[in-house]
């Protein structure tokens, strides 16, 4: 897997993320489980205080009712009494015994019709009943010691409501309104009682309820006193005196509502409560919570039934899916095996493709540097036979396989990007043409080549040598490409980009386009032109450095390069260079003063070189010049040298030595501590090139020319 991670291919793989698929669905399950079950709790929240409200309003509406109906009893109850006072008059009991026969007669009329009166009495002063409207003649009873009879002579001329009772006479349950009779002057005359039947109020209370057992509607007098109750308690039930409810009836409210649980049989109600009119009694109705409960749960039992069937597809369809996507994980894991295993087999064989390459390109440079080598090595042999006398044959012919190494070498070097450009500003305008007949050699005489450049072409700040080197590299790929002759055009002019495709910098440019109107290439191997090693020609006939080095010469400079082709068209290479603006006029040097100028070493120089053959050959040309040497090996040395105060002509340092310091460290801690030293730094490797030009310094690529050397030194 990890050689696969590492292969570069043209179509990356496709990215799946099976743990996070796997969390959401997992999170939908979650989710389908908890907000069905928050809106079930809601809904079942608000649906249950919606029930209670609702059954508030039934017993309240009730309690309306059945007040309307014990006001209309209870008035039409003192109508009759009325007409019952003023039958009797102020009759005392012997004129009451007297007319018995009679007022029974018109109290069974007047009572008779009323299905919520049982009996009408009259009694005496002394609690004897002397009229009944049920029987004649009345029979002897008393009630002298009942408490509606002394209630009702203590509070005359208002009426007393009797407690719930059986009635004698009437032989039903029965409750008594009872009205004391007065004189005129006051004198007590007895009582005029009405037998008001409990039962009337039972079935009207049982026709209003539809005989729901939820519901209660009772009859209370104002002290809390049942009278009538549908339905009825058991046998020898005993309320509680003080509950919320009687409290509230004691308290004279006239309307209220209360949550309470009897003390007869445990069940929590709701009740409703209203006063009768002017009369101290109240009606109350009652709403078991039981009931309430229970019809609420039954439907929301239906209702979680109902939510539950949608709720159980998505969990079928949740856990499906989980088990889909384990088996696909799995298919995706054995797929990315065999892919993975693809791949390491192509980024093996790429690898031994450039393996294969990178040993072409050994043998090659090994065979060419054998080559050069057996050169030096049998003239160096031939001047030491002729005792190093007549020997320019012999010198011409090591000169020129040296020129030959240092070609090979820089070609190797720039491809690495580790080739130490000699940069200087270039004018295409007046270089381009003088370097047309030296291009037109290259290509033959099949290929045409021609020169366009725009008038006030920029400047460039390149290496004329590797630019050179780099056209004619495209202009032999050119001729390669078009066997049988064609066209090869350079075109020279001034572009500006902006958010170009080059990852360039924007700015301003000079492109330099080279085309060719041969075979062209396709889409793949124009992707891959610039790799290093990698080539189109038969095996033997090409390294695959050249257009490597082309890019590399480019972007070294600053700039780039592109290739775009099209089969059987031809093939452009456009390079790019930065536009070079002269800089400003440079300040000139503080003058020494005189002991400064006697401190300089006239003809001295320090050469820092790690290589003792390297610093052999330096010192000797150095020599040559009128030069005296001082040679050491590294630049922690040297610096001790200086820091002695030893001061020279010129230090000449390479750059890449054993030690702590390099050459680039050295030239820094001159400029700084010694800014009058004159020192100059050589390499045959680019690495901290751009370091070394930041502090001014100049710089000599090895093998570098003699006479850049004598320019450096005043040793005469």
């Known amino acids: 897997m990890q050689h696969a991670e590492r292969a570069v291919v043209d179509l990356p793989l496709p990215l799946r993320n099976f743990a996070a698929t796997r969390r959401v669905l997992l999170v939908v399950f979650v989710a389908s489980i908890v907000f069905p079950l928050l809106c079930l709790a809601g809904y079942g929240y608000f649906d249950y205080q919606r029930r209670i409200a609702d059954a508030d309003n039934v017993i309240d509406r009730l309690s309306r009712v059945t007040e309307e109906q014990a006001v209309k009893v209870l008035d039409l109850n003192e109508q009759i009494t009325a007409r019952i006072l003023a039958l009797l008059d102020d009759d005392n009991e012997a004129t009451i015994r007297k007319n018995e026969a009679d007022l029974h007669e018109q109290l069974?009329?007047?009572?008779?019709?009323?299905?919520?009166?049982?009996?009408?009495?009259?009694?005496?002063?002394?609690?004897?009943?002397?009229?009944?409207?049920?029987?004649?003649?009345?029979?002897?009873?008393?009630?002298?010691?009942?408490?509606?009879?002394?209630?009702?002579?203590?509070?005359?001329?208002?009426?007393?409501?009797?407690?719930?009772?059986?009635?004698?006479i009437s032989n039903t349950d029965v409750f008594n309104t009872t009205i004391g009779r007065s004189t005129g002057d006051g004198r007590f005359l007895g009582a005029v009682s009405i037998a008001m039947r409990s039962d009337y109020f039972?079935?009207?209370?049982?026709?209003?309820?539809?005989?729901?057992?939820?519901?209660?509607?009772?009859?209370?007098?104002?002290?809390?006193?049942?009278?009538?109750?549908?339905?009825?308690?058991?046998?020898?039930?005993?309320?509680?005196?003080?509950?919320?409810?009687?409290?509230?009836?004691?308290?004279?409210?006239?309307?209220?509502?209360?949550?309470?649980?009897?003390?007869?049989?445990?069940?929590?109600?709701?009740?409703?409560?209203?006063k009768v009119g002017d009369y101290p009694l109240y009606v109350m109705?009652?709403?078991?919570?039981?009931?309430?409960?229970?019809?609420?749960?039954?439907?929301?039992?239906?209702?979680?039934?109902?939510?539950?069937?949608?709720?159980?597809?998505?969990?079928?369809?949740?856990?499906?899916?989980?088990?889909?996507?384990?088996?696909?994980?799995?298919?995706?894991?054995?797929?990315?095996?065999?892919?993975?295993m693809r791949l390491s087999a192509e980024a093996s064989s790429r690898q031994l493709q450039r393996m294969g390459a990178l040993g072409n390109l050994v043998a090659n440079v090994a065979h060419d540097f054998n080559n050069l080598l057996m050169v030096v090595s049998s003239n160096m042999t031939m001047a030491r036979h002729k005792g190093f006398n007549n020997v320019e044959r012999e010198v011409t012919a090591v000169e020129r396989a040296t020129l030959s190494a240092e070609a090979l070498t820089r070609r190797l070097l720039s491809v690495a990007r580790k080739q130490p450009l000699k940069q200087e500003p270039l004018n295409l305008s007046h270089w381009l043409p003088s370097a047309e007949p030296l291009i037109d050699a290259a290509v033959g005489d099949k290929v045409q080549v021609s020169v366009n450049l725009v008038p006030d072409v920029w400047g460039v700040f390149v290496d004329p040598t590797e630019l050179e080197f780099a056209i004619m590299n495209l202009a032999v790929n050119a001729r390669d490409a078009m066997p049988h002759g064609g066209r090869f055009v350079i075109r020279c002019q001034n572009t500006r980009l902006v958010s170009s495709d080059t990852l360039l910098p924007d700015g301003d440019y000079v492109l330099i386009s080279c085309t060719d109107d041969g075979e062209g290439m396709v889409e793949a191997v124009a992707r891959r032109a610039f790799e290093p090693l990698f080539t189109t020609k038969l095996q033997g006939s090409g390294t695959g450095l050249g257009l490597a080095q082309v890019l590399a010469m480019c972007e070294q400079s600053g700039g780039t390069a592109k290739i775009a082709s099209v089969p059987g068209s031809g093939t452009t290479v456009r390079l790019y260079f930065p536009r070079y603006r002269m800089p400003a006029a440079a300040v000139p040097a503080q003058t020494r003063t005189p002991e400064e100028e006697r401190s300089d070493a006239q003809g001295v120089v320090l050469l820092v070189e790690d290589n003792e053959d390297v610093a052999a050959g330096i010192a000797a040309v150095l020599q040559t010049f009128g030069c005296v040497v001082q040679h050491e090996i590294n630049a922690d040395r040297a610096l001790d040298v200086l820091t002695a105060g030893e001061r020279f002509e010129l230090v000449l340092s390479d750059i890449q030595m054993p030690g702590k310091l390099n050459g680039v460290d050295l030239a820094e801690k001159v400029r700084s501590e010694w800014p009058a030293q004159k020192i100059a730094l050589m390499t045959g490797y680019a690495d901290e090139l751009d370091r070394a030009r930041h502090i001014g310094v100049q710089i000599l690529a090895k093998p570098f020319n003699i006479d850049e050397l004598h320019a450096l030194v005043n040793c005469e």
């Open 202 to 274: 039972a079935h009207f209370y049982s026709d209003l309820t539809s005989d729901d057992p939820s519901l209660a509607l009772a009859l209370y007098r104002q002290d809390g006193q049942l009278l009538v109750r549908y339905p009825s308690w058991p046998a020898g039930a005993n309320p509680a005196a003080h509950t919320p409810f009687n409290d509230a009836l004691r308290d004279k409210q006239l309307s209220g509502h209360v949550r309470m649980t009897s003390s007869v049989d445990g069940v929590e109600r709701l009740l409703a409560f209203r």
């Open 285 to 340: 109705s009652a709403y078991a919570t039981a009931a309430i409960f229970q019809q609420w749960w039954h439907h929301f039992l239906l209702i979680a039934a109902i939510a539950i069937v949608p709720c159980i597809a998505i969990w079928l369809l949740v856990f499906f899916s989980l088990r889909q996507l384990a088996t696909e994980r799995q298919a995706w894991e054995r797929w990315q095996g065999e892919v993975a």
């Open 108 to 168: 069974r009329v007047i009572g008779g019709n009323f299905p919520q009166v049982a009996a009408i009495a009259v009694f005496g002063a002394d609690g004897n009943l002397l009229v009944n409207s049920k029987v004649y003649p009345a029979p002897n009873v008393s009630v002298d010691s009942r408490d509606d009879f002394i209630s009702a002579r203590a509070i005359r001329p208002e009426p007393f409501f009797s407690k719930p009772m059986h009635g004698r």
